[in-house]
């Protein structure tokens, strides 16, 4: 069935890079616009970032531009999150979704969580 | 950009109708039918409820409705149901490929 597991959470200490992946299966992998969406504790979503079916085009939230770096393998079906430069903020859990169409984030993982702490 | 404005909570008995708002700008909501709603039960993946303002993804039930006026859209949940009871929150395309989406501050959605 249609599936994203993403991968990759832990706690790491500011300053610090994690790389984040989102393993996606039972669909065209190729054909969907994939994002990278973020929910603080206690807090609602945020979108973080988003990544054309061919990786032609990336766009960030500006608190994470020129930190985070968004990337997908299509041969490998593997959606990723580069993250430098981490900071407390940036502790969250991150969801991987699948784009169908303008807004329409029909499909999601269940989320890795990423906690920024010394 | 700053995030969609709703009720932080709605609360209604079983077999009741609750709507929940979500309040935008003339930059996003109010000029795109592109938002979208989803239930978020507290440790499961979100899950998209209604996308296009109104449009049902296959398997959600037709008690999910969706309307826009204006900047403000509104997702109304009839006949609720104990299962019903979850965080919602909206999205909305927000009219930049640089910026695309900005999601709602969430609601609590009690079933009482």
Known sequence: QVQLVESGGGVVQPGRSLRLSCAASGFTFSGYAMNWVRQAPGKGLEWVAVIWYDGSNEYYVDSVKGRFTISRDNSKTTLYLQMNSLRAEDTAVYYCTRERSVGNHDVWGQGTTVTVSS | ?112
């Not at chain 2, 995030?3 to 795109?32: E, H, K, M, R």
């Not at chain 2, 039918?33 to 209604?50: D, F, I, T």
């Open chain 2, 1 to 112: 950009q700053s995030a969609l404005t709703q009720p932080a909570s709605v609360s209604g008995s079983p077999g009741q109708s609750i709507t929940i708002s979500c309040t935008g700008t003339s930059s996003d909501v109010g000029s795109y039918n592109l938002v979208s709603w989803y239930q978020h039960h507290p440790g499961k993946a979100p899950k998209l409820m209604l996308y296009e303002v109104s449009q049902r993804p296959s398997g959600i039930s037709n008690r999910f409705s969706g309307s826009k006026s204006g900047n403000t859209a509104s997702l109304t949940i009839s006949g609720l149901q104990a299962e019903d009871e979850a965080d919602y929150y909206c999205c909305s395309y927000a009219g930049s490929y640089t910026f695309p989406y900005v999601f709602g501050t969430g609601t609590k959605v009690t079933v009482l």
